[in-house]
């Protein structure tokens, strides 16, 4: 690495339990738990397994918006990271920089995708029973927990390691060897920002893959709602996919990633009629609250990919008796606008997904990021266009600001662009 480059630019996230507390009752502004500097200690490698990646582009998720509002479920809490500030971030493509002396696979210049969630085969660890599983999503490594052994000691001991990663809106980034995986060469970083989002999809689709004659309904055509469409097909369903999506741009996308029908309705009875008649579904109003759809006629599967509590309590009413419903969004916590006896009345499976891990392709197990990249090498054009917008860092605000006006800005995935200057 330069060794002049001591300082790099980097938003982080700034907490403590008090300014946390008034964040959650409403005070501070929109930036309150964001730290900018532009001369923040660039990050060093300490362990032989660690390298330092240069960022080329760090996507934002909602997820990111979401911390900066406290509006994740406090659950989240128990995987945050022991570093304070923390580099914000979780999506990016970069350059390795330098690796340590225990590096064998990754060499400076390569270009690569990061996985922010560092399991016990990175660490070294034994793996942990989910690791076994290959549910690297709920690795103990998350929560600092590594085998009990000494070697937790070489990265500080207990609690002093782990946390969901972050440093995507840094120009630079410390991860461990297995954390990184690489791009191929025709895949552009357009495209390759988005491998990590289109792992939750995949996790999500290849877990609860349709029947070719399944009717899926998928809630929301932001990234993560068109990365499913895209998932679906890219792990071969023909299964139908009714797509709601809010803004034109969003529906263009949709139709494009292989929706078989986008439904714009925005206004409540109207989308509930139209996903019934799509679907031969029967509607019935139950007294002083919204419609539901009875009856094994309607969607088979339904992915949230908004995951609010109005879009919750649609879900219910809107899957098939004896339906399935999987939400990928966060967007809700403690629910009071949920009637979740539906999902009993009307024999619902519910459940979520979250991150991703080791899913099986094509009869292979294979790594959610392995499995992206090689989809993504396949057929990468039909992912242009999803990154809508970049920003140089120190924009960020700016930056956060596209998404937060989506439909004005026509904005799908913003990121934060350092290859400038
Ligand atoms: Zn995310
Ligand atoms: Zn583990």
């Not at 999506?91 to 990754?106: D, K, M, N, S």
């Not at 590594?146 to 782990?162: I, L, N, P, S």
């Not at 494009?256 to 019935?284: H, M, N, P, Q």
Request: with cysteine.
């Amino acid at each position: 690495m330069n060794e002049k480059r001591a300082g790099m630019m980097a938003v982080m996230f700034n907490y403590s339990i008090p300014r946390i507390a008034l964040k959650k009752i409403g005070l501070g502004s929109d930036f309150f738990l964001v730290k900018y500097s532009d001369a923040w200690p660039v990050p060093r490698i300490v362990h032989p397994k660690q390298v330092v990646m240069r960022t080329r582009l760090g996507g934002i998720c909602a997820s990111d918006l979401h911390q900066l509002t406290v509006s994740l479920s406090l659950y989240a809490s128990i995987m945050a990271s022991p570093v304070n500030p923390v580099p914000m971030g979780h999506e990016a493509v970069g350059t390795i920089e330098e690796v340590g002396a225990e590096v064998t696979r990754l060499r400076p210049g390569d270009r690569v995708v990061y996985n922010p969630i560092g399991r016990c085969s990175c660490y070294g660890f034994d793996p942990c029973p989910s690791c076994r599983n290959g549910n690297y999503q709920h690795c103990f490594c998350l929560l600092g927990i590594g085998d009990g052994t000494e070697r937790e000691q070489e990265y500080g001991g207990r609690c002093k390691f782990g946390g969901f990663g972050g440093g995507a809106f840094s120009e630079y980034l410390l991860g461990l060897e297995q954390q990184f995986h690489l791009v191929p060469e025709h895949v552009p970083d357009e495209v390759a920002v988005l491998a990590e989002p289109f792992t939750i999809a995949l996790h999500a689709v290849s877990r609860h893959m349709p029947k070719e004659t399944d009717t899926v309904l998928v809630v929301g055509a932001g990234i993560i709602g068109l990365l499913t469409i895209k998932a679906l097909r890219a792990l071969g369903s023909q299964c139908r996919i009714l797509a709601i999506a809010r803004y034109p741009v969003q529906a263009a996308m949709a139709r494009k990633l292989g929706a078989t029908e986008v439904i714009t309705e925005r206004a409540s009875r109207k989308l509930y009629d139209r996903i019934a008649r799509a679907t031969g579904g029967s509607l019935f109003t139950p007294l002083f609250s919204k419609p539901v759809l009875y009856g094994n006629r309607g969607p088979d599967i339904i992915f949230d990919c908004v995951g609010s509590e109005a879009s919750v309590d649609d879900d219910l009413r809107l899957s098939r008796s004896n339906g399935k419903v999987v939400i990928l969004g966060l967007d809700f916590n403690i629910t009071k606008q949920v009637d979740w006896s539906v999902a009993i009345w009307k024999e619902i499976d519910v459940t979520g997904t979250l991150f991703s891990g080791r899913e099986v392709f094509e009869n292979r197990k294979i790594d959610a990021f392995d499995l992206a990249l090689e989809l993504m090498s396949r057929d990468g054009e039909s992912f242009r266009g999803l990154v809508s917008h970049t920003f140089p860092v120190d924009r960020f605000r700016d930056a956060i600001r596209c998404i937060r006006s989506k439909e004005k800005n026509s904005a799908i995935k913003v990121a934060l662009d350092f290859r400038r200057g």
